[in-house]
Each structure stands twice: as C-alpha cells, then as structure tokens.
C-alpha cells in the first residue's frame, strides 16, 4: 500500500485554496484526489491552521500511547485474576 501522499499542512494550504474559489473538479485534478477525498480531508481538516494540525497529530500520538498503556494493565489485571482464582493444593 502507498504511503500518504500529502502532509496535514500541505492539506490545509490546499483546502485553503479550494476555499478561495477553485471549483472542485479542478481542484481534485490539481492534487490528483477523488472527490471523496476533498471531502474527507474537509471533515477532517476543515477550518483548521498548521498549527491546529501539529497539535492534533501530537494528541493522536499521545492517544495511542495511552490505549496501549491501558491495554497492558488490563492485560496484567486479568493474569493476576486468574492466578488467584486457582486453587492452590499444597504437595502431598
């Protein structure tokens, strides 16, 4: 699978642009995109600075960090639930 094509800065610069009067059909030529693209990227980006997009890509890490975090305690939590479950018989 390809990599992304266009960093989130350079999607604001060109939904900027499309903002500005560009019609969407030579927009999407322009950036080689679908349609549907512009749209996503416009629900996604939509409104937003460079700055906004730095900051959303930093909570998007920090985010991830955090459900792996708590994947692994859950993970712990559930492995010490079942070794305390068990019934220890002492040898005989």
């Given at each position: 699978m390809k990599g992304k094509r266009y960093l989130p800065e350079q999607?604001?610069?060109a939904l900027a642009?499309?903002?500005a009067g560009l019609p969407l059909g030579q927009f999407c030529r322009k950036y080689g995109v679908s349609e549907a693209t512009y749209y996503n990227w416009k629900a996604k980006y939509g409104?937003?600075?460079a700055n906004d997009a730095h900051r959303l890509k930093d909570?998007?890490?920090?985010?991830g960090r955090l459900k792996k975090l708590v994947a692994d305690q859950a993970l712990d939590i559930q492995m010490l639930k079942e070794?305390?479950?068990?019934n220890?018989?002492?040898p005989k």
């Open positions: 999607i604001i610069q642009e499309a903002d409104g937003m600075t909570l998007e890490n920090e985010n070794v305390c479950s068990k220890f018989q002492s």
